[in-house]
């Protein structure tokens, strides 16, 4: 059975930092990729700009700059670092496990790869 757990949702006040965690089990990662997501009442679905740790290419973007993603050693868990969030990151985040991006309205799609439940983050003024 595939499992996604996310843990480490919240509040936070805007210039703060806040880090979720998803760990993943019953996966074959050869397969599937983990990925972040983020929903805000009345907009769509979309990935969570941020920098993959190591991940260099991607660096001199400011927006994602905020954010960075980092993976465990055994590789089952996938983490989400929030730095100095804005009121506008307030959003349901969501972890997927995929083959590729995701694209669409809404998330979470149970029909394309396998998702945890959402964590709510709420950045205050």
């Known amino acids: 059975e595939v499992q996604l757990v996310v843990s480490g949702g919240g509040s936070v006040q805007a210039g703060g930092s806040l880090r979720l965690s998803c760990t993943a089990s019953?996966?074959?990662?050869?397969?599937?990729?983990l990925y972040w997501y983020r929903q805000a009442p009345g907009s769509e679905c979309e990935q969570v700009p941020a920098?993959?740790?190591?991940?260099?290419?991607s660096a001199t973007d400011s927006e994602k700059g905020r954010f960075t993603t980092s993976q465990d050693n055994a590789g089952n868990t996938v983490y989400l670092q929030l730095n100095s969030p804005k009121p506008q990151d307030t959003a349901v985040y969501y972890c997927?496990?995929?083959?590729?991006?995701?694209?669409?309205?809404?998330?979470?799609?149970?029909?394309?790869?396998?998702w945890g439940q959402g964590s709510q983050v709420t950045v205050t003024p």
């Open positions: 997927a496990a995929q083959g590729q991006t995701y694209i669409g309205d809404d998330c979470p799609n149970w029909n394309f790869g396998y």
């Open positions: 019953g996966i074959d990662f050869g397969d599937f990729e």
């Open positions: 920098i993959k740790t190591g991940d260099t290419t």
